[in-house]
């Protein structure tokens, strides 16, 4: 005997219908809350018979429908909408303004994060004050970190003290905003973002919950007033910045602020910027004044011998857009039992490891398994960048044999294990700047030759290079010469 069975399908089709229909909601009249359930007493903002039984349909979030309200403003063409209250005004300072692609943007928002020490209080106090130079408009900066007397004691040491540079040291959100609507303020600079607190917020100063609520504050006040924002921001023990990832996401513009407390070089490093480039470095060099803008810094990082010295070469790296002509220097010492040192400043150890290990096997006469090798760049600048290879294995070739290297020369390519010579970006940018430095003769890789950068052949002749062993070749007769 079978026993048949009603179909099921007839009651998941129902289930689906009751899904789609309307289904009863209520909404606060005076507030917009919607409450799971009809109150007599809105529990958002406690108003009496505010709420209302209504029927929505639409999309949900975490079980609540929720509904569609009239824009602020309504949709318009693009064509329609004007682009001036996006230019950027120029701050001043000019290698900052070339970071950020051209100058501040009113309403943009900008961080700048670096170690302790490095510089940024003393740039962005220089920055207010050319913008109160400027006079369109005064400048606030607020320390969360100093007293007025000692950002005071920096200004005047700087010679940065004008009457529309107004100053105050805040710890509270709200106090930062009442300075805000008593300055009127075109430029507000936070030292720092990590010292601001909020009492409507859990968390401690620079905990992730107030840094989060502290700057969105900030950010949607500089959008909704036109106000330039610069934010500075501490960092980790690894380089990042310090607080939720979010935080770089909220502002327009990250800039990196790096240097050597030993050196006088500092690099204002973009890696985000809604307003321009992203890639664009800008050079400055700290002084007992304060600090100044580098517009051609590539003399810092080389070193006018009288005569040619081994164990020197010279390269062009490339700092964002910005090609810098950067010498390399190599010492060859003693013989050593065990496992002699390899020591670097400002390049890459395990570039280095590479590029000795390709000269011991793919050149003659030249022995460094169990010798010491020390390498270098000169001026403080860090190059890490696989274009100063051939540079760095000719600097240890001419330091191992007592080759001189002409002092006219640059070597730019990246070097395989194979010993080849391999092609890298921007060698037009590369040889037109050491063209301009007065450099006569650059070795290249294979395929940038003369008829491919650009520059005329009277002012610098470029070889092609395809080894390691043809880039020694090249030197040898160019110091012959």
């Known amino acids: 005997m079978t026993t048949s069975r009603s179909p099921r399908a007839g009651s998941t089709g129902g289930r689906t219908r009751a899904a789609r229909e309307p289904r009863p909601a209520y909404e606060c009249d005076a507030c917009g809350h919607q409450p799971p359930k009809w109150f007599g007493r809105c529990p958002e903002c406690g108003e009496w018979g505010s709420v209302v039984e209504c029927t929505m349909t639409g999309p949900t979030v975490s079980g609540r429908v929720v509904s569609s309200r009239l824009p602020a403003e309504p949709a318009r063409p693009i064509a329609t909408i004007s682009a001036a209250p996006a230019q950027a005004r120029p701050t001043g300072v000019s290698e900052l303004d070339r970071v950020l692609g051209g100058g501040l943007v009113p309403g943009a928002v900008v961080l700048l994060a670096g170690e302790p020490g490095v510089g940024k209080s003393t740039l962005l106090l220089d920055v207010a004050q050319q913008w109160a130079v400027g006079g369109t408009s005064p400048s606030l900066v607020v320390s969360g970190e100093e007293s007025v007397s000692q950002v005071r004691l920096r200004a005047e040491r700087m010679g940065t003290l004008h009457d529309q540079l107004y100053l105050a040291a805040e710890s509270d959100l709200a106090a930062v905003l009442g300075h805000l609507d008593a300055v009127k ?27 989060r609520a502290v700057t969105a504050a900030l950010v949607a006040v500089a959008k909704e007033r036109g106000i330039a924002t610069l934010l500075v921001g501490h960092v980790t023990k690894d ?55 580098l517009a051609d810094p590539s003399g810092l990082f080389l070193t006018r011998y009288s ?15 910005r090609a810098l002509v950067t010498e390399v220097q190599a010492l060859i010492g003693a013989t050593v039992a065990g496992s002699p040192r390899r020591t670097v400043s400002g390049l890459d150890s ?24 020390f390498a270098a760049t000169v001026g403080g600048i860090r190059v890490v960048e696989p274009a100063a290879d051939l540079a760095v294995a000719l600097a240890v070739a001419s330091g191992g044999l007592n080759l001189a290297i002409a002092p006219h020369l640059v070597a730019i390519g990246e ?55 043809a880039a020694l070749q090249a030197v040898a007769r160019a110091s012959a010469e």
């Open 350 to 373: 395990a570039r280095l490891a590479m590029v000795l290990a390709v000269l011991q096997r793919r050149t003659e006469r030249l022995t460094l398994h169990d010798r010491e090798v």
């Open 239 to 293: 380089g990042q910045v310090a607080g939720p990832r979010v935080l770089e996401h909220l502002v327009d513009v990250v800039l990196h602020f790096e240097g050597d407390k030993h050196s006088s070089l500092r690099l204002v490093r973009g890696v985000k910027n809604r307003f321009g480039a992203a890639d664009e470095v800008g050079c400055f060099e700290m002084h007992e004044g304060g600090i100044s803008s």
């Open 415 to 469: 070097v395989g294990l194979t010993g080849e010579v391999r092609r890298v970006g921007a060698v037009p940018r590369r040889l037109a700047e050491a063209a301009r430095l007065g450099f006569r003769l650059a070795l290249v890789p294979p395929g940038c030759g003369p008829e491919s950068t650009g520059v005329p052949a009277d002012q610098l002749r470029v070889i092609e290079v395809g080894d390691v062993r």
């Open 307 to 321: 005569e040619p010295v081994p164990g020197t070469c010279v390269t062009v790296a490339m700092e964002g857009r």
């Open 185 to 211: 303020p075109g430029l507000l600079v936070l030292d720092s973002v990590q010292t601001i607190s909020t009492t409507g917020t859990e968390g401690v100063p620079g905990g992730v919950t107030q840094v």
